[in-house]
């Protein structure tokens, strides 16, 4: 059984930051890519980082410059620092998980999500 457990969402004023953490348990997961995800009302679920155990890394374009994803690898925990947030952020967050060092595309194992809203 894989668990993916996020936490640090809320309520953020246009220009603010956030960040979101999750953890992946499981007997015997061990992922390799780990990211985010996110979902907006009425829209599809789109990727906003992702980040092997090696390092490397792929973010949206609306993303870049703002958002830095991070990994903890001995504690299998990604991190998401979301700065300069805008009101087009506003999503349910999602984290996911790979046991391949895949970027372009989401692995089998998701978190539960959590709210982000920007607004003022």
């Known amino acids: 059984q894989v668990q993916l457990v996020e936490s640090g969402g809320g309520l953020v004023q246009p220009g603010g930051s956030l960040r979101l953490s999750c953890v992946a348990s499981g007997s015997i997961f061990s992922p390799n890519a780990m990211g985010w995800y996110r979902q907006a009302p009425g829209k599809q679920r789109d990727l906003v980082a992702a980040m092997t155990t090696a390092g490397n890394t792929n973010y949206a374009d609306s993303v870049k410059g703002r958002f830095t994803i991070s990994r903890d690898n001995a504690k299998n925990t990604v991190y998401l620092q979301m700065n300069s947030l805008k009101p087009e952020d506003t999503a349910v967050y999602y984290c996911?998980?790979?046991?391949?060092?895949?970027?372009?595309?989401?692995?089998?194992?998701w978190g539960q999500g959590t709210q982000v809203t920007v607004s003022s």
């Open positions: 996911n998980a790979r046991g391949a060092p895949i970027l372009s595309g989401p692995g089998r194992y």
